[in-house]
């Protein structure tokens, strides 16, 4: 029963933070980008103190830890 358990948190954890491809990821970022920004144009960047881009499947929507600038 605690082998189950186990095996549920860790594919539910890799479920949450694999992106199907970075595509989706540049897609969302952009679409963030135009919703901030009046005439739509914006480049993302990695936010400042991130070490690293985190990349989370949420309701089969990639989500990435950026800012607009």
Same mark, same amino acid.
């Given at each position: ?5 186990? %095996?549920?948190?860790?594919? %539910? /954890? #890799? ?19 135009? !919703?901030?920004?009046? #005439? ?6 990695? !936010?400042? /103190? ?5 990349? !989370? ?13």
């Amino acid at each position: 029963m605690i082998i189950v358990i186990i %095996f549920l948190v860790i594919y %539910f /954890n #890799n479920q949450l933070y694999m992106c199907v491809s970075s595509t989706c990821v540049i897609q969302w970022c952009a679409i963030q980008c135009k !919703r901030k920004e009046a #005439n739509g144009i914006g480049t993302c960047k990695p !936010r400042p /103190n991130q070490g690293k881009i985190q990349y !989370r499947k949420l309701k089969e929507e990639c989500h990435c830890v950026y800012k607009c600038s």
